[in-house]
């Protein structure tokens, strides 16, 4: 088990366990039908899902999109197949395929990234590594 595993609260479990289970390619570890709750996993990120109901921890008012401000970074070993797999079901991207170079120090480390948004609006943004360079390749979509 991770240690760090975000619970995500959604609307509907039927809709979110499909989502992240057939398109975008998480396993169920187990379930609690009766609670409507699901434990996924993917390349090693583990993630919780589950719906809303008076039991839950709400800290506040609930509005679409949920996840406001936060997106999570979720590590996969081939992001293209996985951009491939999202187009191929007709789901939108938030932000098509690409590679991004981000400072670490006096260095840059690469991602190379594609951004979904769930049913529910929460940010995924799925990321291969391409490793660290000095300076970032030319043309590169850098960030400071």
Not at 1 to 26: N, Q
Not at 41 to 58: K, N, P, V
Request: proline residues 6%.
């Amino acid at each position: 088990m991770s240690t760090l595993v975000p619970e995500l609260l959604v609307r509907d479990i039927a809709v979110s366990r499909a989502f992240y289970v057939d398109v975008l390619g998480f396993e169920v570890i187990y379930e609690r039908p009766a609670t409507r709750f699901v434990y996924l996993s993917r390349d090693g990120a583990d993630l919780m899902i589950e719906q809303i109901d008076d039991t839950a921890w709400i800290t506040g008012p609930l509005d679409l999109p949920y996840g406001r401000g936060v997106n999570f970074e979720i590590g996969v070993k081939d992001v293209a197949a996985l951009a491939r797999r999202v187009a191929a079901t007709g789901h939108p991207l938030f932000r098509l395929l690409e590679d991004a170079w981000y400072r670490v120090g006096d260095a840059f480390a690469g991602n190379r990234q594609v951004l979904v948004q769930d049913p529910d609006g929460y940010l995924l943004r799925f990321a291969q590594s391409l490793g660290h360079r000095r300076t970032p390749p030319d043309g590169a979509r850098v960030r400071e």
